[in-house]
């Protein structure tokens, strides 16, 4: 019974993991087109809609790859995983980092 449902979230974490990839990446995609659209008109929060849209997309690939640490087995993939996993949450952190600072920009205008 166990190896059954061991085998079974196996399979379901390998079917999730690249959903949440490609979610993630239409979401920096059409973030990215909406910010240069907003770029083009001169919209004056621009800058700060696509780093809400990178920020939504970045969340969708570390899920991603918080899953893949479910199905490796060897310590070199651990460690391979985990720097992704740093770079991305550091990066997910700055960017909302930069969020923060740029509403508190507009609210002081």
Sequence with gaps: MIEFLEMALHYLVEAAIPIFELIG????????????????????????????GLAMGLEFKLGSEILRTVVVREWTEIATV???IALRASLTFLIHWEIKEEEKGIDMD
């Design 82 to 84: 985990a720097g992704i």
């Design 25 to 52: 990446v239409g979401i920096i995609i059409v973030s990215g087109v909406q910010g240069f659209y907003s770029y083009v008109c001169r919209k004056p929060d621009t800058k700060l809609s696509l780093a809400k």
